[in-house]
C-alpha cells in the first residue's frame, strides 16, 4: 500500500471529500468539524461516503487485473508468489519492490499445477462464499444505516416524523424560562388586576377551594392589537410560575381531515400532565370563528376542531389547575359557545392606554435607551393619542436609530418629533421634486387646515405645519396636539371637525380660483363625519332623534343577509340631504374664516415654501399679530 494509504481510514477519507469538493472553505468547516448539535443532511452524506469509502478500500481491495498469457509468463519469469486459486479466478501477488496483488480469470489448463510445483510457487485452494461477501459488504452497512437513521429520529423529536401531524405544535415554556412579570407590563392596570386572582389561584389554590368558590376555566384577553395581550399572558405564567403552553389558533387546522382535532387533544393531554399550567391560544378568532359560517356547506375541518375545543374544555375540572388562556382582536366573530361560563367566562378588555399609561409604557421601552436632558416622555404621551403598546415601543426604537444614525451620544427630543412623524405620516421623502407650482398649492392647502385649527374654538392645537412629501400619497401635513385624551365628540366638536378638514380645499379656492385631487382624503373624512352625525348619532335637527344604521354583523351568520336598510327611499333622500347641508355650512363657514385671515394666510404659505416646516408656536405668533386688525 502507498504512503496515503497507511494513514488513518477518517482522516483519509476527510482528504478526499476536501478534494472532491474542491476545497471549499465552507464545505470544509462543515465536514470537519461540524457545530450545530443533532442531525442533518450532511451527516448523512458523509454516512453514505463513508460506507462507500469501506466498500471501495477495505471490502474490494484494490488489485491488477491481468489476461491469463500474462500470468503464465510470470510464472516463467518466477516472479510469482503466493496464490490463491478458486473456482473461477487465481489471485496472487508478484514479487518485486513493492508487492503488487494481481487476478486473473481461471481457464481450464491441467498443466498449471505442474508448473507451479516446478518453480515451487506456494499455492492453496479457496471456496468464494458469495453469501458471506454479501453480507459484508451491503447488508451489513445498510444495517447500520438503518440504525443510524433510527437515532437520528429519536433525537429529532416526535414533531419531525410523517405520523407527527397530530402533535400538538404549542410552544411550551418551562417555570425558569417564563421571565416576563407584571413589572414588565404598563399601562394596562385594569387588566393586570383582573388576572390577579389567575395567578393567587395558580399559587395558591387552596385559599379559594376552601371557600368553596371556582375559579373562572377560561380567560379571554380582548383588545386592539398591539396592546400587549400575548405579553400581559406571559406575565402571568411568570408571576404564577408555572408552565407555559403558547399556540396559535391558526396552527391547529392542517389540509389533512382530523389533524386539528387530535392536535386538540394533545395539546390537552400534555397540559394536564403538567399542572398546574397556563395554556395560551393566540389569535383565537382563527380557530373559535363562529360555526355556520361556511357558505358552501358541510361540516369542515375547522369546525370539527372547533368542536373538539369545546369538548376538551368542558372535561377540565377546577382543582386540575390548568388555565384556558385566549387572546382575539376580534370577539365580534367568535362562537357563542366559547363564551359561555364555564369555557371562557371571564373576559378581560386590554383597551389602549390613556396618556398615564403610554408615559409609563415609555418608561419601560426607554430604560436601556440613553436620553437626552432635555426628553420629558410626558410630553411624548401627549403627542401620541391613541397608540398602543407596540406603536410606542417602534417609536423608542426609531428615534434611537435616528440618533445613531447621525452619530449622536444621546437620544434627543428631535430624534422622537421625527420618529412620530414616521410613524404617523410615513417615511420623508427628501428627494421627490415638486415643481413650484405643485409646491405652492401644497402650502396653501396646509397653511389653510392649519389656520382654520387655531380659529375655531373646539379643535386641537396644531404642533407642525410641513409641506415634506411621506409615505404613500401624503405631499403634506398638518399635525394637532390634542391636550388630554378624549372618549366623547360633542356635536359642536364633530362641527369644527368638518371646518378643519376643509380648510385646504377652501383655501385653494380662495387663492388660485381653481381645486386639485389634493383633498381627496380630506372630502373622504369629513363625508364620513356628516353622515355618522345623520345617521348614526341623531345630530340632525330635521331627522330626530333616530339611528338609521345597523350594528354590523360577521359575514355569512343568517342574520346579516337581511336588508341592509331599515328606511325608506324617501327617508334616504333626506339622509343625503342632510348630509350635504352639514358639508355646505361648513364650507361656508372656512370660506369666511380664511377670508378673514387673507394675510396670514399668504404669509404662512410664503414661510412654508421657503422653510417647507413650521412650528404651531409661529403660526399662533402670526394670528396674534394679525388680531386687531382683523377685529377693526
Not at 607 to 612: N, Y
Amino acid at each position: 500500500m502507498t504512503s496515503n494509504e497507511n494513514k488513518n481510514p477518517l482522516e483519509n477519507l476527510k482528504a478526499k471529500l476536501l478534494s472532491f469538493f474542491g476545497g471549499c472553505d465552507h464545505l470544509k468547516n462543515k465536514v470537519a468539524l461540524p457545530k450545530k448539535k443533532g442531525f442533518s443532511l450532511w451527516h448523512f452524506l458523509l454516512v453514505m461516503l463513508f460506507f462507500v469509502y469501506l466498500q471501495q478500500f477495505f471490502f474490494s481491495a484494490k488489485v491488477e487485473t491481468i489476461p491469463y498469457s500474462q500470468f503464465k509468463q510470470h510464472i516463467a519469469k518466477g516472479s510469482v508468489g503466493k496464490l490463491v486459486i478458486g473456482p473461477e479466478s487465481i489471485k496472487g501477488t508478484l514479487t518485486g519492490s513493492p508487492e503488487k496483488e494481481f487476478t486473473t480469470v481461471r481457464v481450464n489448463d491441467p498443466s498449471l499445477v505442474k508448473e507451479l510445483d516446478e518453480r515451487r510457487v506456494s499455492y492453496s485452494g479457496r471456496y468464494d462464499n458469495k453469501i458471506l461477501s454479501s453480507l459484508l459488504s451491503w447488508i451489513l452497512p445498510l444495517g447500520i444505516l438503518f440504525l443510524l437513521w433510527r437515532f437520528a429520529m429519536k433525537r429529532m423529536g416526535t414533531g419531525m416524523g410523517v405520523m407527527s401531524f397530530s402533535k400538538s405544535k404549542a410552544k411550551i415554556f418551562a417555570e425558569s424560562d417564563t421571565k416576563v412579570s407584571f413589572t414588565d407590563v404598563a399601562g394596562i392596570d385594569e387588566a393586570k388586576e383582573e388576572l390577579q386572582e389567575v395567578v393567587e389561584f395558580l399559587s395558591t389554590p387552596e385559599k379559594f377551594q376552601k371557600l368553596g368558590g371556582r375559579i373562572p376555566k377560561g380567560v379571554l384577553l380582548v383588545g386592539p392589537p398591539g396592546t400587549g395581550k400575548t405579553l400581559l399572558a406571559r406575565a402571568v405564567a411568570g408571576e404564577a410560575k408555572v408552565p407555559f403552553f403558547s399556540i396559535s389558533g391558526s396552527e391547529f387546522v392542517e389540509m389533512f381531515v382530523g389533524v386539528g382535532a387530535a392536535r386538540v387533544r394533545d395539546l390537552f393531554s400534555q397540559a394536564a400532565n403538567q399542572a398546574p399550567c397556563i395554556i395560551f391560544i393566540d389569535e383565537l378568532d382563527a380557530l373559535g370563528k363562529a360555526r355556520g359560517m361556511n357558505v358552501m356547506g358541510g361540516h369542515d375541518e375547522r369546525e370539527q376542531t372547533l368542536n373538539q375545543l369545546l369538548v376538551e374544555m368542558d372535561g377540565f375540572e377546577t382543582n386540575q389547575g390548568v388555565i384556558i388562556m385566549a387572546a382575539t382582536n376580534r370577539p365580534e366573530i367568535l362562537d357563542p359557545a366559547l363564551l359561555r361560563p364555564g369555557r371562557l367566562d371571564r373576559q378581560v378588555l386590554v383597551d389602549r392606554p390613556d396618556i398615564n399609561g403610554r408615559e409609563a409604557i415609555l418608561k419601560i421601552h426607554s430604560r436601556n435607551v440613553l436620553l437626552g436632558p432635555e426628553v420629558d416622555l410626558r410630553k411624548i404621551a401627549g403627542r401620541t393619542p391613541g397608540f398602543v403598546g407596540a406603536d410606542l415601543a417602534n417609536i423608542i426604537n426609531e428615534a434611537a436609530l435616528l440618533a445613531a444614525r447621525n452619530n449622536k451620544e444621546t437620544v434627543e427630543l428631535s430624534d422622537f418629533d421625527e420618529a412620530i412623524d414616521r410613524v404617523v405620516a410615513g417615511l420623508q421623502k427628501k428627494n421627490r421634486v415638486m415643481n413650484a407650482q405643485e409646491k405652492e398649492i401644497v402650502a396653501f392647502h396646509e397653511s389653510g387646515h392649519a389656520i382654520v385649527a387655531e380659529s375655531v374654538e373646539h379643535a386641537d392645537p396644531v404642533h407642525k405645519i410641513s409641506i415634506i412629501p411621506r409615505g404613500i400619497a401624503a405631499l403634506g401635513y398638518t399635525q394637532q396636539q390634542p391636550t388630554e385624551d378624549r372618549y366623547l365628540l360633542t356635536r359642536s366638536e364633530l362641527i369644527d371637525r368638518l371646518a378643519v378638514l376643509l380648510g385646504g380645499r377652501v383655501a385653494e379656492e380662495l387663492v388660485f380660483n381653481e381645486i386639485s385631487t389634493g383633498a381627496q382624503n380630506d372630502l373622504q373624512r369629513a363625508s364620513d363625519i356628516a353622515r355618522a352625525m345623520v345617521v348614526q348619532y341623531g345630530m340632525s335637527e330635521r331627522l330626530g332623534l333616530v339611528s338609521y344604521e345597523r350594528p354590523r354583523q360577521p359575514l355569512f351568520l343568517p342574520e346579516s343577509f337581511s336588508p341592509g336598510k331599515n328606511y325608506s327611499e324617501a327617508k334616504a333622500a333626506q339622509i343625503d340631504d342632510e348630509v350635504t347641508r352639514f358639508i355646505e355650512e361648513a364650507h361656508q363657514r372656512v370660506r369666511k374664516i380664511l377670508s378673514q385671515r387673507r394675510t396670514v394666510l399668504d404669509d404662512l404659505a410664503h414661510l412654508l415654501s421657503q422653510q417647507e416646516s413650521v412650528e404651531g408656536e409661529v403660526l399662533r405668533a402670526m394670528l396674534s399679530a394679525a388680531a386687531p386688525a382683523i377685529a377693526a
